[in-house]
């Protein structure tokens, strides 16, 4: 069964403006992930926040996590033609930690050049 | 360093046939993950491998099986196949099973087709 649920399920936007994302998702966490896939293929570790972060950067990426909503947002600046993709939330809701992810719907994003 | 390589890339398969899947995980990796992503839907937990022993496993049945090998790669096999087994096969692996938040590397995928 899916935990998250990403939101909007596609996006299009013209390059150079933001994208931004969001994954409501059920249960308790240790960590929360987001994942690039292009074309139905592998997957791309993107970033990770741990459950006592609150937002996290890297590079044009910027991941907000709220806890007491269960849900994260994932935002791409200054978005390029390289982005259009398939972005998936993941979370991981083991005991320990990196036995196993529960991922979303996913959200197509379009960049229109 | 080397990424995840699964084999094949490509695979077509008669209903009620096997099929095995291979995985050759990130070198210095020693968990290995299976997921299956049927078209339009996020990947689904399948079963992990840590130190040659199966470590979770997901809501599939147990014609689904895998093995892990000393040097980390690893097997899916899949009997007695169904229409409904046609989906992207991912393998992932990270750095330990246990405490800390790894992100996986995946691997490309093994796009199998049931007919």
């Known amino acids: 069964s899916q935990q998250g649920e990403e939101d909007p399920q596609a996006l299009s936007i013209q390059e150079g403006e933001n994208a931004t994302m969001n994954c409501s998702y059920k249960?308790?966490?240790?960590?929360l992930q987001w994942y690039r896939q292009n074309s139905g293929r592998g997957l791309v570790h993107l970033i990770l926040?741990?459950?006592?972060?609150r937002e996290k950067h890297s590079g044009r990426l910027r991941v907000t996590l709220d806890t007491s909503k269960k849900s994260s947002s994932l935002l791409i600046t200054a978005s390029r033609a390289a982005d259009t993709a398939s972005y998936f939330c993941?979370?991981?809701?083991?005991?320990?930690?990196?036995?196993?992810?529960?991922f979303g719907t996913g959200t197509r994003l379009t960049i229109i050049p | 360093e080397t990424g995840v390589t699964q084999s094949p890339t490509h695979l077509i398969k008669t209903r009620g046939q096997q099929v095995t899947l291979r995985c050759s995980s990130q070198?210095?990796?020693?968990?290995v993950s299976w997921y299956q992503q049927a078209l339009g839907q996020g990947p689904q937990f399948i079963f992990q491998?840590?130190?040659?022993?199966?470590?979770g496993r997901g809501n599939f049945p147990p014609r689904f099986s895998g093995l892990q090998f000393p040097n980390y790669s690893s097997e899916l096999n899949v009997n007695a196949l169904e229409l409904d087994d046609s989906a992207l096969y991912l393998c992932?692996?990270?750095?330990?099973?246990?405490?800390?938040?790894?992100?996986?590397?995946f691997g490309s995928g093994t796009r199998l087709t049931v007919v």
């Open positions: 992932a692996s990270s750095p330990q099973q246990g405490w800390g938040d790894y992100g996986y590397t």
């Open positions: 249960t308790s966490i240790n960590n």
């Open positions: 926040i741990r459950s006592n972060e």
């Open positions: 993941a979370t991981d809701t083991t005991n320990f930690g990196n036995e196993k992810l529960t």
């Open positions: 070198s210095g990796h020693n968990t």
């Open positions: 491998y840590y130190r040659e022993e199966e470590n």
